[in-house]
């Protein structure tokens, strides 16, 4: 469960293929640790179900992105809380939160929940590249570094983090 005083963060990469990697972030303040409890990655189809699934994870939390058109259709079809601006996509920004995530990994202040298989499959497969980080083979890790790029405005909610259903609770005789 996510704290309600915690402040939450997503992060959205869209690769050349059309793949789509998302990652949703919480920021416990109070000692700095960034905690990965959702991720997903959106192969193809609707944009409405992928805005669906976004929404869902919580309207309040702003989602940081470097994609404008996708960004911008998100926001004004869907109602999508997209960040104003995107993140920088230049290596050496790059570089430098990739850099904040290892060094938080080390000290035990990133920790990803043990449910996220496919995150932590991608990281495992996750390497170097001509001494650059091949950030457009890898959506998840890209989407995780644009969360960590924008978490100074990750939101609160009034509420707890808890996963709803869309749909009506009913009994089925």
């Known amino acids: 469960m996510i704290a ?3 402040g939450c963060i997503a992060g959205m990469q869209v690769q050349e293929d059309g793949v789509i990697g998302l990652v949703w972030l919480a920021h416990d303040k109070k000692v700095d640790t960034l905690h990965l409890y959702d991720a997903l990655v959106f192969e193809e189809g609707d944009l409405a179900i992928l805005a669906h699934g976004i929404n869902v994870r919580g309207r309040h939390i702003p989602i940081a992105w470097a994609n404008k058109e996708m960004a911008d259709r998100l926001k004004e079809e869907y109602g999508c809380n997209m960040l104003p601006e995107a993140v920088s996509e230049k290596p050496e920004f790059i570089e430098v939160t990739s850099k904040n995530i290892r060094e938080r990994m080390k000290t035990g202040r990133f920790k990803v929940d043990a449910g996220q298989k ?3 499959k991608e990281f495992n497969e996750f390497h170097r590249h001509d001494a650059k980080i091949p950030i457009k083979a890898f959506p998840l890790m890209a989407a995780t570094n644009h969360a960590v790029a924008g978490v100074k405005f990750a ?5 707890p983090h808890v996963r ?10």
Not at 155 to 159: C, E, H, L, P
Not at 164 to 173: F, K, T
Request: hydrophobic share 30%.
């Open 164 to 173: 709803r259903s869309p749909y009506p609770e009913v009994s089925i005789i």
């Open 4 to 6: 309600p005083e915690w």
């Open 155 to 159: 939101r609160r909610s009034d509420t």
């Open 118 to 120: 496919e995150w932590l």
